[in-house]
């Protein structure tokens, strides 16, 4: 599924009621960063890779944007 897909859909999601978001295996987590910027949906990044992990924390940093980064 493209990422342009994926964040319309979950804005529309947010519109009509307040919605989580989980990427699971996210790797570097730009999906999740991109959902949490465009929909203001609260996002779960998630990967079990210590490098994918270490990526989302540091690009969640880099981008400003509050998502919680599980491993």
Known sequence: MSRDLTV???SLLQEAKN??????LAATGIRGLRV?????AE???NDWDKEA???????AQLCGKR?????
Request: one cysteine or more.
């Open 19 to 24: 919605v989580s978001y989980l990427d699971t």
């Open 53 to 59: 992990y270490g990526l989302c924390v540091r690009n």
């Open 8 to 10: 319309c859909v979950v």
């Open 36 to 40: 949490a910027n465009e929909s203001g």
């Open 67 to 71: 998502v919680e980064v599980l491993n």
């Open 43 to 45: 996002v779960v990044l």
